[in-house]
């Protein structure tokens, strides 16, 4: 099986640009040259960021400084709440002490003074009333004068005065004193009570406001320092190392909004992980190729390729099937009918050998999926496809005859002839430049017998719709359909073209498909009797031996490259039938009509 693929490194680096916004080029090394895996390979402009970054380690000193001011912040609210929560303990402490010193001691103090001088001035008072007794009598008797006694009856006065004073004092230090102090102290713990909790909470609100502070300062140094380590990775990221090695290869690519060509070179602008440099390892190559769904069934991992490379026409490369991918690749919006599926071959050349391929190179691989020995062939230019027979001419001292074969698989070039032929006959290129009247002929009584064929299903078929009971459904084929149409006529009744393209190109027609089943011979799932020399007659509107794109159906339309290998505008009868062939290569099954063209 031959397919057609493009080559590519199977390790294949590409280096972008990592500096943020676009930035300018002002080294690199030359396209071509072979580098070692740490090289730098290209340099930016950093003299902006150089810039930026001096501007921004400024900030991050003055962010530490702030952050360092936090921290002292911090630590003194903690001390000065520790002091604030001491001293109002204290405090509680000292009003329990004044509470107790009062209940247990000044209290009771007091009342032993008032009392004692209670006593003393109940004392004075008796001893004022027998003086004044005693000076009274003496005044009578004549010893004292009246003086004496008033002045005698001044001091009874003064101690009664005195005596009660001091019953007033305790009267008012046991009714009112003792309780209003005893409140008032009371009241002085209950107070210190409730400042500890006051201090308290009013020290965790500055304490938190002190560490709101710290940790605002802390995420802005944080902001910073990665604004800074940013500046220098961005600064760093300007030259570009190479991290494997290989061969540069510039990026040098096309915008698809225009068709001006993005340029890699020393002043050029890149862009934000614009890729710059594509840095293949030329040690490892593979072929990217893709293969229609008709012929997927017949790859698999590890087969055998040969490889040949435009560019290096004398030289056989050899691989293997890598890997085939397991759902069909996007194809263009003109052929989304057509699915493809990835495939990788790995080249398995020495690499002195691989070393010459580049990648981008246009390759031709041919998968080698079958091997067998002792096989017959001749040149698929040698076979003439008649309905759903096959013959060769085979030269026979000076007369040539025609041979019926029965053949089998093929590739690009040779195809199998199962039975028919014997080893060392001679067998006629491209027969149809050289037997047109006997083709003819044979062409004519094979389009008769399809004919005759075909009106013979189309009456039986009929016989059995009259048969049937009136509604019944029908179960076998209806008139007019594919069972009716077995037998294909030349479109417009024109006598069939010769075969060979005006250029005289070999007759490729009877390239069969690589299941074993002769071409246009009938297949499970596909038109019966479908005959490609019939086909093309249909479409070769002006019989010039060509089909060109306004004259093909629009299924056709939709290929037209694919069938016109040589590209010239214009497919031959032989290209239409080795395209055929193709398609119907792998399993004896041939693609839906679309892809072949549509009959």
Known sequence: MT?????????????????EGTTTIISIVPEGTQVKEGDIVCELDASTLIDKETQQEILVVKAKALLQQ???????????????????????ELAKLDLEKFEKGEYLQQVADIKAELSTAEANLTRSQESCGFIRRLVQKGYKNQNDLEAEELNLKDAGFKMASAKKKLE??????????????????????REIERIRRKGQAALAQFEAEHRSRELTFEVESKKLDRLKTQIAACKIKAPQDGQVVYANTRDGRSSDQVL????????????????????????NARIHESRISMVRTGLPAKIKVDAYADIDFFGEVDSVASVPSSTSSFSRDIKEYEAVIKILDDPEKVNKLRPGLTATIEILVERRDDVLQIPVQSVVTVGAEQFAFVVSGNSVGRKPITIGQSNERMI???????????VV??????????IDVLEGEQSAKQS??????????????????SGSGSAGGRPGTDEAKSGSKPEGGRRPVAGGSPQGRPDAEARPQEGGRPPGAPTEGAR????????????????????????????MQSRFETFDTDGDGGITQEELTAAMAKFRGGGGQRPPAGDAGGN
């Open 528 to 555: 019966p009797n479908f005959d490609p020399v019939a086909r093309f007659k249909g479409l070769d509107k002006n019989s010039d031996g060509k089909v060109t794109k306004d004259e093909a159906d629009e299924r």
């Open 172 to 193: 008012v230090l046991e009714s009112f004193t003792q309780k209003r102090t005893l409140a008032e102290l009371r009241a002085g713990v209950t107070e210190s009570g």
């Open 452 to 469: 005759k064929a075909s009106e013979e299903n189309a009456q039986k078929a009929s016989d059995r719709m009259k048969d049937k009971p």
């Open 3 to 19: 397919e057609k693929g493009t080559l590519d490194s199977m390790r294949n680096a590409s280096l972008t640009s990592k500096v």
């Open 70 to 92: 936090a921290d002292e912040d911090l630590g003194i609210q903690k001390t000065q709440n520790e002091s604030d929560a001491a001293a109002v303990q204290l405090k509680l």
């Open 264 to 287: 890699i070179e020393v002043g050029g602008t890149v862009r934000e992980r614009q890729p710059i440099i594509n840095l293949p390892d030329l040690d490892s190559m593979k072929v």
């Open 429 to 438: 290129m491209n027969p149809r430049s050289h037997f047109k009247k006997e």
């Open 416 to 426: 199998e002839v199962i039975e028919g032929l014997k080893d060392g006959e001679q």
